[in-house]
């Protein structure tokens, strides 16, 4: 199985790496292509993989074929290679806010199976999480390959279409909101005479270990919280602030914001 990338920045690195890391291919099955010569170069030597210039042998050469391109150049990235890709190719668009409908409208071959997904940058140290969908068109055993191969770097999960501009609030775009909660509790703890090194430590530690409680225990997220908060304990005087300057009704805003600015793009 070929597995072909156009566009090798930290999606596509965190992607190949990990499918590289899992086994799931050899280097000489995969090939990519970048615009730069130094990307290539340098993907080159990390993974021994085959990196071009060239997006239509790409496109020709791929069993399954990653468009790791932003929202901004996918539809010149499709018009170059739309002749070039051969009809029994999986192809597999990271752009957000791209659909399904526009996807196949660009390409114009109703006979091409297309899959969408939302990773997030979480891949690349191995956790990130991935939304998938795809149209009818697309067989099970063809969804299913695609999911391995996310899973690859994290979770992956498919989900109706009618979902993904949420994944894009939730997970999509989040780590940026949860980067800034570590900076500020780390700024909170550097204030309190902490060494800024260690506070961010401290600060990304206690996010990371909370997220694997969430996931492993099964528990609400409240009744997680409120095993944290003593009678008349110092969490709970913290809970009372965050409340009073409407915290959680302030991330949800910015999901919110989020998931309207993607059903826009």
Known sequence: MKIGFIGLGNMATAMIGGMLEKGLVEPQEVIGSSKTNATREKIKERFNITAVLDNQKVAAEADVLFLAVKPLFISEIIAEIKD???????????????TLSYL????????????????????????????????????????????????????????????????????GSSPAY????????????????MPRKQAYEFAAQSVLGSAKMVL??????????????????????????????????????AVEACVEKSRSM
Do not use: Q, W, Y
């Open 104 to 171: 196949k409208e660009a390409f114009g071959r109703p006979e091409l199976k297309i899959v969408r997904c939302m990773p997030n940058t979480p891949a690349l140290v191995l956790e990130g999480c991935t939304g998938v969908c795809a149209g009818d068109e697309v067989p099970e055993e063809d969804v299913e390959k695609v999911i391995r191969l996310l899973e690859a770097f994290g979770r992956a999960d498919v989900v109706p279409e009618r979902l993904m501009d949420a994944v894009v609030g939730v997970s």
């Open 84 to 98: 070039s890709v051969r009809a029994e190719t999986l192809i597999v668009s990271i752009a957000a806010g791209r």
């Open 216 to 253: 492993e225990t099964g528990l609400h997220p409240g009744e997680l919280k409120d095993m944290v908060c003593s009678p008349g304990g110092t969490t709970i005087e913290a809970v009372k602030v965050l409340e009073e300057g409407r915290f959680r009704g302030t991330v949800m805003d």
């Open 178 to 193: 949860v980067f800034m909660f570590i900076e500020a509790m780390a700024d909170a703890a550097v204030a309190a005479g």
